[in-house]
């Protein structure tokens, strides 16, 4: 037989069986899509921040040294003298040089005291109006800000909170609140993330933002004609002196994204993570559908060996015809991950996030990367069928459908399964035997690999146990039909095996990561009731406790409600030991009434003693590292502060502790005293303790109340008890396995689109069966349970693989967040059970189609097909 002759066999069966090929199309489509719109979306948010970065970044720019986009603890921005802008002027190349104010660190709200700021994580930005502004942005109604009284907001914000001129603002910075009104409107010219922006004039923007006139937070250079940026940064650095950050448009750009570029690095390897997992899970879907493809051709398969067909070119054949599938699936996908790019942009936009359409990137390298993945992956998972079917002898033309059983194969695949299930197990053992949590972790990945891998591969063999304990337990209520549909799920344990490993991986890792939410949470309350004997919680949600907030708290105290307020406030601080090592650390520095607040277990000493005069503590893992002990001395150089000489007064335990692990304390008044009041970063937290006694619960919810009351008017500062932050660390925590369910349920679809698949073709297979079923009495109703029956069996197989699996898993993870303190196992059983029942209606779901098509048949014409 020729090639030819091969290519054009490859492409009859494939159209002749496009519709048995479908499922398995829309597997490659799915995984495919996810890819290419994972890469569009994130290549269109890096081009969009680029050319944002791009436009509002001046020719040259000159910042104080050590400034960063995020701000300073302080709440005020780093500043540089307004006298370096006449320095700048005189460098050779210099058009022009403007000083700007900028600053993050603060929070606008209106009348009505809602933030005007993005609920995405994009900052509010407040500054003065300067003409390099204009690149990026241009007035739209009003005009610039002129006075004290008057700002300026972005388009893009007066859209969302429906702002327009004379509505009055609130900005809430580190310096005060300052009420304003809005005289004007600017719009973006490129397009704006989400970012909220405020303009002042300079002199307010100077007075409210930095704190003192005379002060600019960078200088915007424009370069002159016949210069280049590079020249101009140059000629200004000579020219300056002192230590300053200058940097190109190029340069700040690249630095601005690169902060965004690693976040949207991360996003865009767990987006393709997940996209992995469904690839994976779609290769058992696509070795089942050639599997049974080549399995009702085997007559076929078997006339072309007898007319002189090689075995190479029957596997060739086949693997065509995966080729075609893999185009297919792959071209489309291509199209789909652009239009579902498209679609995440909208849904963001909604969101507050907004991203044009007209930003759209497609790079040559995303339907490449798309197409190769596709069509690899699918041509990979046919060649064992295609394997299969090479094996075909000639005498096999003479026998009904279907491949017989290799004994010996299976034997062997059942032992490899075996050792490789034990080893997956005997290296999670390890890792709960671990006595560092790194070390753990690699036994915990190999664990689970191992144990994945096992299970896919030892699948038959426990599919002909599971399957017959589901039978035992549900099954045997209806009867024959339940016997039927128990022996057909039996009948093939390869099949089976192979259709309930691809639910088995998604479910598995549902499971695990339910597992470690469930017991991070119930480790972190249990903590919380541990450690922390403080009634409230104060937790800013953007940068610090302004001073006038804290205040307004410290106030309460006087009211006789609390019976103290405390102060922390995280300094950095380069640590010098007795041995002369350095190390860059961040000192809690906070009121004495702390040790309170938050109870440690100690090493030695008492942690009160850290909060005397020129005192502090260290951690015992610090301690043990540079052989500290207390009573040793401590050189503290804090930043932007003198060098202090302290005492070790005590040594906390750093050994099953989540809160505070590693922390060095000192009093509040000790970092006063070495660092000037303006270098003092704002608190951090504040802890509040109610008057009276612990179960004087009428004066504890008083308390509350007034606490609350106390920075009403400030919405980014957060009052809680121990209830609701209790409650914060679970919603955290289940947002974020939301998040992760939601991705992993494209994995799932295509596991149930594998079930599916299954039944379908199994219908195919089993059509004469079936027509002489029906004519020996099985009536459309009993057939259609059987097969729905047979589906919820197999769903339920897969979800009881899965959900021991990732169990073990989670259990396994669990011990290792033991050992940084997270030490409650938690099984959240509700969930399990949940979705153990979720799997069977998934089943009945997967069957409808199937069981539908198996009534409709004609029993004539289903006993006379061979």
């Not at 003298?81 to 000083?99: F, L, N, R, Y």
């Not at 704190?211 to 300056?240: E, H, M, S």
């Not at 902060?259 to 997992?277: N, T």
């Not at 695949?413 to 560092?436: E, P, S």
Request: aromatic fraction near 6%; charge should be positive; charged fraction near 20%.
């Amino acid at each position: 037989m020729s090639a030819n002759t091969v290519m054009k066999t490859s492409l009859r069966n494939f159209f002749a069986h496009k519709g048995r090929m479908a499922l398995s199309a829309i597997a490659v489509l799915l995984s495919v899509a996810f890819v290419t719109g994972t890469l569009v979306f994130t290549d269109t948010m890096d081009k969009t921040f680029d050319k944002l970065f791009t436009a509002t970044a001046s020719d040259v720019t000159v910042s104080p040294k050590g400034s960063d986009s995020e701000g300073s603890a302080t709440g005020r921005p780093e500043s540089l003298p307004a006298s370096a802008i006449d320095t700048v002027k005189k460098a050779e190349g210099v058009k022009s040089a403007e000083g700007a104010v900028g600053s993050m660190n603060v929070t606008v709200v209106n009348a009505d005291n809602k933030n005007m700021g993005s609920e995405n994580g994009a900052p509010t930005i407040a500054g003065n109006w300067t003409k390099n502004d204009l690149r990026s942005m241009e007035i739209t109604s009003g005009h610039a800000p002129r006075g004290p009284t008057e700002t300026m907001v972005d388009a893009d914000t007066a859209k969302k909170h429906h702002l327009k001129l004379g509505d009055e603002l609130r900005t809430i910075a580190a310096t005060g609140d300052l009420k304003t009104k809005i005289v004007g409107i600017a719009a973006f010219k490129v397009t704006n993330p989400g970012a909220a922006v405020v303009y002042f004039d300079t002199a307010t923007a100077q007075r409210e933002l930095i704190g003192k006139t005379g002060r600019f937070t960078q200088i915007n250079v424009a370069a002159d004609a016949g210069y280049t940026d590079a020249q101009v940064k140059r000629n200004v650095a000579g020219t300056l002196t002192g230590s300053y950050k200058i940097q190109t448009q190029q340069e700040a750009a690249d630095a601005n994204a690169s902060d965004v570029g690693s976040f949207m690095d991360v996003i865009k390897y767990a987006l393709l993570g997940f996209a992995g997992i469904a690839f994976l899970v779609g290769i058992f879907l696509i070795i089942n559908t050639f599997s049974m493809l080549v399995a009702q051709r085997t007559r076929e398969i078997g006339l072309m060996r007898a007319i002189g067909s090689s075995r190479k070119q029957v596997n060739r054949s086949v693997l065509v015809e995966a080729l075609l599938l893999g185009v297919v699936g792959s071209v489309v996908g291509v199209g789909a991950g652009v239009g579902l790019a498209i679609g995440l942009m909208k849904l963001m936009s909604a969101a507050g996030m907004d991203l044009s359409t007209n930003d759209l990137t497609v790079k040559w390298t995303t339907p490449a990367i798309g197409l190769l993945l596709g069509i690899v992956v699918t041509v990979l998972a046919a060649y064992l069928p295609a394997r299969r079917a090479g094996k075909v002898s000639p005498m096999a033309a003479l026998r009904d459908a279907g491949t017989p059983a290799d004994g010996r194969a299976g034997a062997v695949r059942a032992v490899i399964g075996i050792l490789l299930t034990g080893g997956g197990g005997y290296a999670l053992y390890l890792a709960t035997q671990a006595d560092k949590a790194g070390e753990g972790s690699l036994y915990l990945g190999a664990g689970i690999v191992a144990s994945l891998i096992g299970f896919v591969v030892v699948g038959p063999l426990l599919a002909g146990i599971v399957v017959r304990v589901i039978s035992a337990v549900l099954l045997r209520f209806f009867g024959p039909v339940g016997r039927m549909a128990e022996r057909n799920a039996l009948r093939n344990p390869r099949r089976t095996g192979a259709t309930g490993a691809a639910l088995m991986i998604g479910l598995a890792l549902v499971a695990c990561l339910s597992v470690v939410g469930s017991s991070m949470v119930a480790s972190a309350t249990d903590q919380l009731d541990k450690s922390v004997g403080a009634d409230f919680i104060v937790e800013p949600s953007n940068g610090g406790i302004t001073p006038q907030a804290a205040t307004a708290l410290k106030n309460v105290q006087k009211d006789g409600l609390v019976s103290h307020v405390t102060e922390v406030k995280f300094v950095e601080a380069t640590v010098i030991t007795p041995s002369g090592k350095k190390e860059k650390e961040e000192l809690s520095a906070a009121s004495p009434s702390y040790a309170e607040d938050l109870r440690r277990d100690m090493t030695a000493g008492q942690l009160s003693a850290a909060y005397g005069k020129n005192a502090m503590s260290v951690g015992s893992e610090f301690a043990t590292r540079h052989h500290i002990g207390v009573g040793d001395t401590m050189t503290v150089a804090f930043d932007h502060g003198r060098t202090a000489k302290l005492k070790v007064a005590a040594i906390t335990n750093d050994e099953n502790t989540v809160f505070d692990k590693g922390a060095m304390y000192t009093n509040v008044a000790t970092a006063a005293q070495y660092v000037p009041a303006d270098r003092l970063p704002l608190n951090g937290m504040m802890f509040a303790k109610a008057a009276g006694s612990d179960d004087d619960t009428a004066k504890a919810a008083a308390a509350y109340k007034a606490l609350k009351a106390s920075v009403a008017s400030d919405p980014t500062v957060k009052v809680k008890d121990q209830t609701d932050y209790k409650q914060t660390l679970k919603d955290q925590i289940g947002q974020l396995l939301n998040m992760i369910y939601g991705l992993l349920a494209l994995a799932i679809i295509v596991a149930v689109l594998g079930v599916v698949n299954t039944l379908a073709l199994s219908v195919v297979e089993r059509t004469r069966e079936i027509g002489l079923m029906r004519a020996i009495g099985l009536s459309r109703r009993q057939l259609r349970r059987m097969i729905r029956l047979e589906s919820v069996v197999i769903a339920l197989f897969g979800a009881l693989l899965g959900l021991g699996l990732g169990m073990g898993w989670g259990a396994t993870a669990q011990k290792l967040l033991a050992l940084e303190g997270l030490g409650v196992l938690e099984i959240p059983w509700p969930t399990i059970i949940s979705v153990f029942v979720a799997s069977a209606f998934v089943g009945l779901f997967a069957a409808l189609i199937p069981a539908f098509r198996a009534g409709r048949m004609n029993v004539l014409n289903a006993i006379a097909t061979e």
